[in-house]
T-cell receptor
Framework: EAGVTQSPTHLIKTRGQQATLRCSPI?????VYWYQQALGLGLQFLLW???????NRGNFPPRFSGRQFPNYSSELNVNALELEDSALYLC???????????FGSGTRLTVV | KNQVEQSPQSLIILEGKNCTLQ??????????LRWYKQDTGRGPVSLTI?????NTKSNGRYTATLDADTKQSSLHITASQLSDSASYIC??????????FGAGTTVTVRA
């Protein structure tokens, strides 16, 4: 069974640009979660999507947004990139929100 | 203030030795607690999941304990191996659909 797949693995953008990160959950999982892990910091919750709807979001500005597609894959969009947006962005999926989460390997976003 | 506090922040142990990582939380209401292992640059991998009624759960050389009364959990690594070098993250799930993450403990195992 394929795990959670994230793309791209690495992404380099300049300040002010937009970044789009993609996540494919494990087959059958309907919930997708996005997290930011900045260097030296813990995981910070960004967004939770379930059945195509945004269920919850963390304390991030509106320029962090996303969506979940009918096949349950998801996109995370970051507009007007700032240097401090440089981080590892992790996606996780689960069958239901109370079940175990499986994480992808992440997308390393570097803003220069 | 973070609702999940982990200690120590980092530790170095010799191969073959045991170590214990601590996780204290204030998250309420409590649903479950997970320990994850995260290798550098990779996504976290689940080690154990514990609900309110579970006190101990093992996964190979990893043993997690939970005291829901004192809101404390520990992860014990037995007979450490070089491959155990990683960050170990405590994650508490509450009933309001949010996960609370500890900052992690970085374990370095040396030969």
């Amino acid at each position: 069974e394929a795990g959670v797949t994230q793309s791209p693995t690495h992404l380099i953008k300049t300040r002010g640009q937009q970044a789009t990160l993609r996540c494919s959950p494990i087959s059958g999982h309907t919930s997708v979660y996005w997290y930011q892990q900045a260097l030296g910091l813990g995981l910070q919750f960004l967004l939770w999507y379930d059945e195509g709807e945004e269920r919850n979001r963390g304390n991030f500005p509106p320029r962090f947004s996303g969506r979940q597609f009918p096949n349950y894959s998801s996109e995370l969009n970051v507009n007007a990139l700032e240097l401090e947006d440089s981080a590892l962005y992790l996606c996780a999926s689960s069958l239901q929100w109370t079940y175990g989460y499986t994480f992808g390997s992440g997308t390393r976003l570097t803003v220069v | 203030k973070n609702q999940v506090e982990q200690s120590p922040q980092s530790l170095i142990i010799l191969e073959g030795k045991n170590c214990t990582l601590q996780c204290n939380y204030t998250v309420s209401p409590f649903s479950n607690l997970r320990w994850y292992k995260q290798d550098t640059g990779r996504g976290p991998v689940s080690l154990t999941i514990m609900t309110f009624s579970e006190n101990t759960k093992s996964n190979g050389r990893y043993t997690a304990t939970l005291d829901a009364d004192t809101k404390q959990s520990s992860l014990h690594i037995t007979a450490s191996q070089l491959s155990d070098s990683a960050s170990y993250i405590c994650v508490v799930n509450s009933n309001d659909y949010k996960l609370s993450f500890g900052a992690g403990t970085t374990v370095t195992v040396r030969a």
